[in-house]
């Protein structure tokens, strides 16, 4: 938390003003009011896990932490971008502020499964699958759906109800399209 916000006012000030909007704000946003929401770990399923899973692994037993905690920067009653915490030599250091989208899907899903519910969603990142998934472990051991960024998610998922992320979907479900994919991508790098 303590490099979160002493990283968050010099990314801020070197945003420049013609690319406000590629960072979730708008001219006349007042940065400097700007705050860190409650931080996200990150999580990840290696390859080698996700190749060996079965459709009744449970989703803790594959995810891992990457390491990395979002930040939500909050500028009035919304979340607009992600500042990345990540453990340097010496240290804990903001070291990248951007992905917008996700942090407006980010504060969806935290509507939908909030901590004053007993809720603790996990972010879950596929790296070789380029998506973002999440996993509610207070509800079940099979949940593990995708982040949909304008109503679309991994392998074409889309919520079915509203409000959005009240439903999800299962490992199971998830599970032959995401091998295929991260198959895929680790051939393409090979070659």
């Known amino acids: 938390?303590?490099?979160?916000?002493?990283?968050?006012?010099?990314?801020?000030?070197?945003?420049?003003?013609?690319?406000?909007?590629?960072?979730?704000?708008?001219?006349?946003?007042?940065?400097?009011?700007?705050?860190?929401?409650?931080?996200?770990?990150?999580?990840?399923?290696?390859?080698?896990?996700?190749?060996?899973?079965?459709?009744?692994?449970?989703?803790?037993?594959?995810?891992?932490?990457?390491?990395?905690?979002?930040?939500?920067?909050?500028?009035?009653?919304?979340?607009?971008?992600?500042?990345?915490?990540?453990?340097?030599?010496?240290?804990?250091?903001?070291?990248s502020l951007g992905k917008s989208s996700l942090a407006g899907e980010m504060q969806k899903l935290k509507r939908q499964w909030p901590k004053a519910r007993g809720y603790e969603p996990k972010l879950i990142a596929i790296y070789q699958a380029a998506s973002y998934f999440f996993t509610i472990p207070e509800k079940d051991s099979e949940n593990f759906t995708p982040l949909t960024f304008d109503g679309v998610g991994f392998a074409g998922y889309y919520q079915t109800a509203g409000p959005e992320y009240s439903t999800t979907t299962t490992l199971s479900q998830m599970l032959g399209p995401l091998k295929s994919a991260v198959e895929k991508n680790i051939s393409l790098n090979r070659q």
Do not use: C, H
Request: proline letters at 11%.
């Open 1 to 95: 938390m303590a490099a979160a916000e002493a990283g968050l006012l010099p990314f801020l000030k070197s945003l420049p003003p013609e690319e406000l909007g590629n960072f979730g704000f708008s001219p006349g946003d007042q940065l400097p009011q700007a705050r860190i929401g409650d931080p996200w770990q990150l999580y990840t399923i290696t390859p080698s896990a996700l190749l060996k899973a079965g459709a009744d692994t449970p989703v803790d037993t594959l995810i891992s932490p990457a390491g990395l905690w979002y930040f939500p920067v909050i500028l009035g009653d919304r979340s607009r971008s992600i500042l990345v915490v990540d453990e340097m030599e010496n240290g804990w250091e903001a070291v």
